[in-house]
């Protein structure tokens, strides 16, 4: 196998781990797991499904990131980002279609691990990210509401605006021991690492709570009161039965989760690298990412990535190895097998609390601020996707966001590409005497990338010529690159040219621009001797043309 397909697990435990480092990384991954519990519960539950499935998820995903993964310290398992995906998945099509979606997301994954497109997916947008970023944080934050503050509401809308509007018909239905809580909640969260860096704030909270709730009998819904009991085992794997209509229909969820999935997961591996010096392996990392969402969804969990804040805390906690990622996920399968009788006693609005910190740091408001100050077609990106992303659904503003990012991208690329006249002025400062352009000739020269963005406006500036004179030599050393639609333009030039008898040279030809014109058939318009590598060859077989055209 070769290097870049190898786990980091294998390559590390090649080279072998001190005794030191290993205990450091089981201290890490106990810390973490115990992080990880209360957000595996809360986003199950905001995801519209049962407590034990995020459990699953941060197990089953958790382990086989960090054993199949290609990053040293990347903790997997639910993150908010696919709350919004699964929650929509889950309305629709139930738990059946959420495995199979989850499993067909993790096919993809593999299949873009082996296809090498883990460094494409570091060229989205930035502005994109941070629109449905902070958009998935605004509808984690409105999916709270209701627990938040205790509502009594039987079944809240999936839609956004009908969301509010449910919201504001029952507010007089308020629980105020509910909005304490997860009051209480925020504030530990936010405040307590200014007491100690080890204990997470979220656990105290949870811990605190629970146990008010418990002995004082406080009136508030509880994960029992609203789930059941949470199962304190893992059944065996399962998938449903399925159908090629189903399959069509899931297609397009299953790509937002892949493309979801991929993005975070190598964010969260460069920011890991940068906090402790290393390189993580991309195309293994997302082949690992696929096969965990595939055994996470056969043995019933939701959609798993890399993330970010768990990896970050693992990080900070001594963590450089997958053991600590290993050791995360078993220390909650322990915790689940051992205490899911008492966890089902946590307060909803506890875990509201926790939801809507994590919202705020999902937020990147700040970030979110910086770009609208930015530049015009950045800013457009970022609120066009952000606005899909709250309004409508997260897979219509990730394909949206893309094409618009792809179409701006072409826009900018084809306003660089310009097509320059050599004036007699310039020829005397680039070319010795005898090197000048002969009269009955005439030079352009092309900046940039002919490519399908460029090649009609290329062709409109050549076909407004001033002079009608014999020869032009296109100047194309500065051509970055040549598509199909640029050849097919540049050959129905050439083809003009010779129909009104005069000729076209091209000066300058990269081998790699070359290889493209050969490829594109070009040689069936231009004779090979009116393609030269340099301008002085371009202007001797200028003069040799104008000889034989005068005879």
């Known amino acids: ?187 530990i969260s936010l405040q307590f690492g200014k007491i100690s860096k080890k204990i997470p704030g979220s656990i105290v909270a949870i811990l605190l709570s629970t146990v008010l709730v418990y002995f004082f009998n406080i009136p508030v819904d509880t994960i029992e009161s609203s789930f059941g009991d949470i199962p304190s085992k893992i059944s065996m794997p399962a998938f449903p039965n399925i159908d090629f209509a189903t399959v069509q229909k899931l297609i397009q969820p299953a790509f937002a989760i892949a493309l ?52 970050a805390t693992n990080v900070k906690n001594g963590g450089r190895t997958p053991i600590a990622g290993i050791t995360h996920a078993l220390v909650l399968l322990i915790i689940m097998l051992v205490l899911s009788p008492l966890a089902k006693l946590i307060p909803m609005a506890c875990l509201a609390g926790i939801l809507i910190v994590v919202a705020y740091h999902m937020s990147e408001w700040r970030q979110f601020k910086s770009q609208l100050k930015g530049n015009r077609a950045d800013a457009m990106i970022l609120l066009t996707t952000f606005f899909l992303t709250v309004i409508f659904d997260l897979v219509i503003a990730i394909e949206v966001g893309i094409v618009l990012s792809a179409f701006i991208l072409m826009k900018r690329m084809s306003d660089t590409t310009k097509v320059q006249l050599f004036t007699k002025e310039e020829e005397e400062n680039l070319f010795e005497e005898e090197k000048t352009l002969p009269e009955g000739a005439t030079m352009y020269e092309i900046h940039g990338a002919l490519f399908f963005g460029a090649a009609q406006a290329f062709q409109d500036t050549i076909n407004r010529l001033p002079d009608r004179r014999k020869v032009l030599i296109l100047r194309m050393r500065n051509v970055l690159f040549i598509d199909a639609t640029g050849i097919y333009r540049l050959k129905e030039m050439i083809t003009k040219f010779k129909d009104q008898g005069r000729v076209i040279i091209l000066s300058g030809v990269s081998p790699e621009v070359e290889n493209e014109l050969e490829k594109g058939e070009i040689y069936s318009v231009i004779d090979k001797k009116n393609v030269t590598p340099n301008i002085e060859q371009a202007i001797i077989r200028a003069r040799q043309v104008l000889e034989t055209l005068d005879k």
């Not at 010096?277 to 055994?295: K, P």
């Open 260 to 311: 979801l999935g991929g993005i975070e997961s190598l964010l969260s591996a460069v920011v890991s690298d940068g906090m402790i010096g290393g390189r993580h392996r991309s195309n293994v990392e997302l082949i690992g990412q696929g096969v965990a969402n595939c055994f996470s969804a056969m043995f019933g969990g939701i959609p798993a990535t890399g993330a970010i804040a768990r990896t």
């Open 1 to 187: 196998m070769k290097e870049h397909y190898i786990p980091k697990l294998f390559s590390i435990l090649k080279n072998g781990i001190s005794k030191q480092q290993l205990q450091k990384d089981i201290i890490a991954g106990i810390i973490v797991g115990i992080v990880a519990l209360p957000l595996a519960i809360a986003f199950a539950i905001a995801s519209g499904v049962s407590p034990e499935k995020g459990l699953i998820t941060a197990v089953i995903g958790g382990l086989l990131i960090s054993v199949l993964g290609g990053s040293r310290v990347q903790i997997g398992g639910p993150t908010g980002a696919f709350i919004v995906i699964v929650y929509a998945v889950v309305q629709e099509f139930g738990i059946d279609g959420l495995i199979i979606a989850t499993f067909m997301a993790g096919i993809l994954l593999v299949g873009m691990g082996l296809a090498r497109l883990g460094s494409l997916l570091k060229f989205i947008p930035y502005p994109l990210i941070v629109g449905f970023t902070s958009g998935i944080a605004v509808i984690i934050f409105s999916s709270q509401i209701k627990d938040f503050f205790g509502l009594q509401i039987d079944s809240v809308p999936a839609d956004f605006i009908e969301k509010w509007k449910v919201y504001a018909t029952n507010f007089h239905s308020i629980n105020w021991a509910a909005v304490a809580i997860a009051v209480s909640t925020i504030i």
